[in-house]
C-alpha cells in the first residue's frame, strides 16, 4: 500500500494526496456521510478519473479507505460504520488506548472473538493485565478454553517492568503474528517499548489474517505509533463505551462514539446508576435502597 | 542379491571437521596417527603435505597447519550415522570396513521404484550427515565395495559410476582393478609386483593351488567372493534401541552458536536413527560437559527439549533447542556434547500439504506454541480453565498448555454443545472479565467504599457467597457491583461478620471489562 506504511506516523494525518484537504468539506460531515466499502465520489463525466478508480489502495483524504486484505465484522453496527471497510482490519495493528483496564474492552471485543472462535480459530492473549474470569467469558458467548495465554518471564515482571523492553513479549508477538496460524492476537504491552517495536509488529502483522489488538494505556494518545488503526477507549457510563478514532486510513471522526455494551447491570440498578447521585445507604442486612 | 556399497573416502576428515567451531578461518588440516600424517583436506594437499609424512615434515611446510589425532572412535560414531541412514531404505545393512557400508537392496527395489531412484533418495537422506561419498552397485558384497573404493580417473563420475547388474559384467569392471585392493593382497603387494601381477586379472589366469601355497588360502577366498564364485555371508547390523551419540568439540564452545553447530551434527544423526526405526522424536536430551574452572569440573548441564507433536525434521529439533539454549545460561565453556533420546512415537509422519487446510493449521499452531514454551517456559503458555467453585479466585484455574488443545481433539459437534452450554450459565453478566490476584483493601468513608480517593456507587447486590469451609479458606461475603466515579462498573466485597478494628472491611475484586 503506497500510505503511509512506509513513513513515519502521524496521528492525524491521512489520504495520499499531500493537496487533498484534511477537513471535509462543508455539508459532508464524516458522521453523516456514507462510508461503505465500495463508496466512492460520484465522478461528473469531464473530470479526470477519481483515484480510486485506478487503485484500490488509493483514496482521497477525505474518504474513507477500503481495505482489501478482508475486515472482522465488530458487531457494533455504528462502530463498523466508521471504520475502513466495516470491522476490525486483517493483517493491521489495531492500538485499543485504556485510562486503565476494565472500561469494556472485552465486551467491545467479545463478538468479534466470538466469531472467530465459531470458525474455531485460536485466540491467543499475551500478558493480561489480570487474571481472566473463565465464567465472565462464557457469559460473553467465549470457550475460556480455547484461549492460550501467554506470560512474560517472572524477571520482566513486577516493579521493574515499566522500564524493561519487555524482550519476551515482544518476540513472543512477533513470532505468533508471523506464524500466520492465529485467528486473533491481544496483547497488553507495557508502557515503555523501543521507538522501533510497533514497526516491527506491523511488518510481522502482514502474515497474520486476522486482526491484532494492542490495549495500551491512554497517556500514549500523544505518541506516535505506526499502528493503522488507534481508538482510545473511556468508559461513558455503567454499560456504555466511548470510543474515539484517533487514526484510520480516513479523515479522523470528529465526535466519539458512544457504544452500548452487553448489559451488566439489571434495569433496576442501571436506573438507579442514572439517578442523581446521592448518599446509598447500604444497611448491613439488605440492598442499598 | 543387489549390494549397494557407500565408501566414504574422507570421513576422518570430516568427522573431525565437524567438531570444529563455525565461522573460524579455514585453514589446512591434517589428521596424525602413530607420529604420522594419515589424512589431509585439498589445501593441505596443495601445500604438498602426503599421508605418510612425519609430523615435523609437515608442519615444516605449512606454518598454520591444523593437526590433530585421528580418532576411531570418532569416525565409527559417524559411520554409524550413515548406516542408521541407510536403514530407512533396507533393513540389510553391514558395515564392510571403517570406511565402507554395504546395502543389500533386492528386496527395496520395487518399493522405491528402481535402483536410480532408490540410488536418488538414499543420497537426498545421506546429504544433511554432510559426507563425500562413492558409492557402487553390484551383485556381490566384496564386488560392490571394491567398485566404490576403486574409481579410476577415466571412469567418470565417482558417484553414479560402477554399477554392474550382472555378474558377467561385474568380472568385466574388476578384471582392471589392481590387485592391491583385495584386503591380504597388500601385505604381499611389492612380491606380486615383482612377480608382474597388477590386476585381479592377472591373478585369476595363475594355477590356483601355486597360488595358496605362495600366498594363503585368503587372496584367493576374497578373489572368489569379490567374483561370485564362492558365497559371502554377513552379519546385519541392529539399530540400537535408545540413541546416545556424543561429540567432543575441538575448541571449547563459548557461546550457544557454537553449542548449537555441535549439536546440528547430533540432530542430524538423532534423525537418521528415527527414520530408520520408522518412527518420530517426541524428546531428547543434550547433555553438556563443561570445561574444569579453578580446578572444579562443574556439572554438566541438560537441557530437556520435549515435543508437542513428534517431529522428525532437524531444522525443527534445531530450532527448538535455539530457543531452549537461549533461555539458559552456561556455566563455563562446553567441552562435549552428548545427545540422547529415548522417546519415539511409531509411525510415519503426516503427510506435507501444498496449500492451506485445517491440519496443517492446527500442526502450525501446535509448532508456534511449542516454540513458544521452549523460549519462555512451560508454565508461561497457559490455557484457561473453568472450575466449579463459588470462591471467584478458585472460579478458573490457568493450566500449561500440554500438546493438543481439548477442543483440537473434539469433533464440532461436541465443541458446538459445549459452547451451547456455556454461552447460557446461570450468572450471564455478574461475573468480572478481570480478577483481581489478591483482593485490593479499598479504605472506606462512613459506610461507603472508597476507590482511589473518590467514593464507589453501589448499584447491584449484596449476592452472598458462603463457600469454602470445607478446604480451610472459607469465604463468608457480600458482593456488590460498584461504579466508579469514570463510569466504569467494579465488583467489590465486604465481609459478613464484623471486620477487627483496624482491617479493611470492604476489597475490590475485579473489574468488569
Known sequence: MPTLRGLPPAPRTTGVLPAAPRTPEPGCSPATRSTRPGAVAPAPADRPPVPEDLHPALWLAHQVARPHDGVLPSGFAELDAQLPGGGWPARLLTELLLPHAGVGELRLLAPALAALQRQRRTVMWFDPPAAPCAWALAGLGLDARQFVVVRSRAGARGRARERLPAADVLWALEHALKSGHLGAVLAWLPAWLPADALRRLQLAAQAHDGPAFLLRDAQQRTRPSAAPLRLLLASAGPDRLRVSLLKRRGPPLAQPLTLALVPVLAPPALARARAPRGPAAVTRAGAPA | MLWLALHLPLLSLEAFCATLPPGAPRRPVALIGQQRIIAVDSAAAEAGIRPGMKRATALALTADLLLADGQAARDAAALQAVAHAALAFTPAVTLHDTQTVLLEVQGSLRLFGGLAALH?????????????????????????????????????????????????????????????????????????????????????????????????????????????????????????????????????????????????????????????????????????????????????????????????????????????????????????????????????????????????????????????????????????????????????????????????????????????????????????????????????????????????????????????????QPAVRDYFIALAEDGSLVWVWRGRLPAAPGDAAWFLQGRFA
Open chain 2, 120 to 472: 536418488r533418495r538414499l543420497l537426498d537422506a545421506l546429504a544433511p550427515l554432510g559426507h563425500r561419498l562413492q558409492t557402487a552397485a553390484a551383485p556381490t558384497a566384496l564386488g560392490a565395495a571394491l567398485l566404490s573404493q576403486w574409481h579410476p580417473v577415466d571412469r567418470g563420475d565417482p558417484v553414479h559410476g560402477g554399477h554392474a547388474r550382472s555378474l558377467p559384467a561385474l568380472q568385466r569392471l574388476l578384471a582392471d582393478a589392481p590387485v592391491w585392493m583385495l584386503g591380504p593382497g597388500r601385505e604381499h603387494w611389492e612380491a606380486l609386483q615383482g612377480m608382474g601381477l597388477h590386476t585381479l586379472s592377472d591373478l585369476r589366469q595363475l594355477p590356483r593351488a601355486g597360488l595358496a601355497r605362495r600366498f594363503g588360502a585368503g587372496l584367493l577366498d576374497d578373489l572368489d567372493r569379490a567374483l561370485g564364485l564362492q558365497p559371502d555371508p554377513r552379519s546385519w547390523l541392529a539399530l540400537p534401541a535408545v540413541f546416545d551419540s556424543r561429540l567432543e568439540l575441538f575448541a571449547s564452545a563459548e557461546t550457544s552458536e557454537q553449542v548449537l553447530a555441535g549439536a546440528a551434527v547430533l540432530l542430524a544423526r538423532l534423525v537418521a536413527w528415527a527414520l530408520a526405526r520408522q518412527a518420530r522424536v517426541s524428546a531428547f536430551t543434550l547433555r553438556m560437559r563443561h570445561e574444569r574452572q579453578r580446578r572444579v569440573t562443574g556439572p554438566a548441564t541438560e537441557l530437556h527439549v520435549e515435543l508437542a507433536v513428534p517431529a522428525s525434521d532437524a531444522d525443527h529439533l534445531q530450532s527448538l533447542l535455539r530457543e531452549r539454549l537461549g533461555r539458559c545460561t552456561l556455566a563455563a565453556p562446553t567441552l562435549e556434547l552428548q545427545l540422547h533420546c529415548h522417546r519415539l512415537v511409531a509411525g510415519p509422519a503426516p503427510s506435507g500439504e501444498l496449500f492451506p487446510t485445517r491440519a496443517n493449521q492446527d500442526e502450525g499452531l501446535l509448532r508456534l506454541l511449542e516454540r513458544l514454551r521452549a523460549r519462555l517456559g512451560d508454565e508461561q503458555v497457559q490455557r484457561l480453565e473453568p472450575v466449579a467453585d463459588h470462591r471467584p479466585e478458585r472460579a478458573s484455574r490457568t493450566v500449561p498448555t500440554q500438546g493438543v488443545a481439548p477442543a483440537r481433539r473434539e469433533g464440532p459437534a461436541a465443541v458446538a454443545a459445549r459452547t451451547a452450554a456455556a454461552a447460557a450459565p446461570a450468572l450471564p453478566h455478574h461475573r468480572p472479565a478481570w480478577l483481581l490476584p489478591e483482593p485490593l483493601p479499598l479504605a472506606e468513608r462512613g459506610d461507603l467504599p472508597l476507590l482511589e480517593g473518590r467514593p464507589l456507587q453501589l448499584l447491584s447486590g449484596p449476592e452472598r457467597i458462603e463457600a469454602g469451609w470445607w478446604d480451610g
